[in-house]
Every structure is written in C-alpha cells, then in structure tokens.
C-alpha cells in the first residue's frame, strides 16, 4: 500500500485541476451474468468471486483466468434466486443462501459440503474462516453464529428490528451487526456479551470489520457513514458525504478494509467506487462503473469490492452483471 499513500497529495492536487473531468472507468469488465447480480462476493485477494444471478442460479469464477469454474443450485431446478453469498477469508469456502435455505460449498471441488433449511428470512451472511461458521442477519431481529458444518445455531444476537447487515473478524472472536432498529452492535462471539453499541437516527444499512477487528464501518441511510475505533469506541472519521446528498438518499451498498485496516473501499447504488486513506481522511481515488447500456436508467449497483496482490489494482462487482477491474 505504499503506493497510496505517496499519491495522496498529487491526487488533491489533481483533483481539484479537473474537478469536471469525467470520472475514470474501469479497466476491464468480466461478464458475469447474462443480465443481472442479485447477490455477488469476492475473495479477500479479489481472485474469485462467487455470483449469484436473477436468472441463472449461483455460480464460481476464477477471476485470473475468467474462467466459470462450478454451477451452484440448491435444487435440481437451474435458477435458485441467492439472496445472498459470501466466500471465507481463505477463499476455500462460499456460503450461498436463498429464501428457504443455506448451502456451504467447497470452491475447490465445488461440491456442496451441507445444506440446510432456515427458519427465517436471512439478509446477510459473514462466512468465517475455514467455511465453519457463518453469521447470518435476519428479518426476525437476530443475528445468529450457525455451524455449517454440524448445522444449529450456537450464538445469537438480538435487534429490536431485522438485521441488514453483519462482519466478522478473522478470528472470530466479534461479531458487529446493524439493523432497522437504528443501531450498530459490537459482540463478544464466545459470551455473546455487548461490546458497543452506536445509534443512528435511521437504519443501519452496511456494517464492515477489518480483519483484526479493531476498527469498524457503520453506514446509516440517510444519516452518516462512520469508520470508528473499536478499544476507544469513538469515531475516527465521518466520511465526507454531505448531510444534503445524505438526506437524499446517498447510502453505501458494498465496503471493504484493506487487511492492515489503513484504507476503504466503498461502493454506491449509483455505481461510484471511493477509495479511503483513513489515517490521512482524504479521499485517494474515485471511479465509475458503467451502466450496461447507456440509456438504461437503472444505475449499476456495486455488490462488493476487494483489494489485490497489486497496490494500484482493485475488483468491484457491478448489479449489471460484470466484474470490473480498477486501477489508477
């Protein structure tokens, strides 16, 4: 990441030269998905991403080769609607969820390695290391630690509405949640004891972890985006989204941490990608995914982003159903 950091004072400096300068695009696009990204992850190293498609079930690419490496249903039909998917921090696993039920996958023989039925509806999924534990936010209020590879649930966490969204660090000793009931929630994994709690004046939309847990991102629609020092549990840094473009419905829909948690990616309904030197709360780069076609009025929504071996190079999944690789 050195890179970044000796090219955040020419990029202020630029920035302000061309601030009407079109926003750059992306580099490449890998299609994905015939129309559209319901749900979509990317490994940690941005090698793979796992895709779950409105029309064509739930697939897993090897994103060095552009290759589509397994098909995934979670039943004989070929078009189960994944509302959701995540792959382990090691990259050996991916968890796809529908309505009904959860599946954990090996991505190395892509065979299903368990399945299981639900009992509510699920929003969001965290998968932990080594595919043994996935945290799953639902519409019930809870949060719950499922062990998919013995099946039940062993921890749970409480909302007083549904949850949008959950992380968990790589040791998965915390777990942080938000939901609609306007609050983010750090745990303790093992106790289930509450660590911290942040309130917000609306719903907490997108929560995200580094991978060592010590530092956190709330987004709150309509509210505020925060990156907050989880020992102190104070904010380190509001993201400079004005309270006007916040007012009007300017949300975050995909977050990721670099691994020694100096820099942010996030991603916008509107198919803006920002990258974030947290330390030097400045914005080090912006860029813009393409619609699928220009005169479609639906924006490109980014699903999930990632960092790579390259300090200048960067993977974002895109709604229309492409993967796209950023760089500067």
């Known amino acids: 990441m050195n890179k970044i950091t000796s090219l955040i004072s020419l990029f202020i400096l630029s920035h302000a030269l061309t601030a009407c300068s079109p926003v750059p695009e992306p580099v490449d696009a890998l299609e994905v998905a015939a129309r559209t990204v319901q749900a979509g992850a990317l490994s940690r190293d941005g090698d793979s991403a796992a895709i779950g498609s409105v029309y064509h079930g739930a697939s897993y690419w090897d994103l060095a080769t552009q290759a589509r490496l397994f098909s995934w249903n979670h039943s004989e039909a070929p078009d189960t609607l994944v509302l959701a998917t995540d792959i382990s921090p090691d990259g050996g696993w991916a968890a796809t969820v529908d309505e009904q039920s959860l599946v954990l996958w090996n991505t190395q023989t892509g065979r299903s390695h368990g399945f299981w039925r639900l009992t509510a509806d699920v929003t969001s999924v965290a998968l932990g290391r080594h595919g043994n534990v996935a945290l799953l936010g639902m519409l019930d209020g809870r949060a719950a630690f499922y062990n998919v590879r013995g099946g039940g ?86 993201l400079p989204f004005t309270k006007e473009k916040m007012m009007r419905g300017l949300s975050v829909t995909a977050a990721r941490f670099s691994d020694d948690g100096r820099y942010l990616l996030t991603g916008r309904p509107d198919g803006r990608v920002q990258l974030w030197d947290i330390d030097g709360q400045a914005e080090v780069y912006t860029w813009q995914l393409p619609k699928r076609k220009a005169w479609q009025p639906t924006a490109n929504a980014v699903m999930d982003l990632s960092f790579t071996a390259f300090d200048d190079q960067y993977k974002a999944i895109g709604s229309s159903g492409f993967v796209y690789t950023l760089a500067y």
């Open 153 to 238: 649930v062993y921890q749970s966490f409480e909302h007083a509405g549904g949850v949008n969204t959950v992380a968990v660090t790589d040791d998965l000793s915390r777990a942080l949640t938000g939901g609609e009931d306007f609050a983010a929630r750090l745990w303790d994994s093992q106790t289930g004891e509450l660590i911290m709690e942040r309130l917000y004046s609306e719903p907490v939309q997108l929560v995200a972890l580094t991978p060592a847990g010590d530092r956190a991102m709330v987004a709150a629609q309509y509210d505020r985006v925060e990156i907050i020092d989880v020992a102190s549990q104070q904010a380190l840094w509001q």
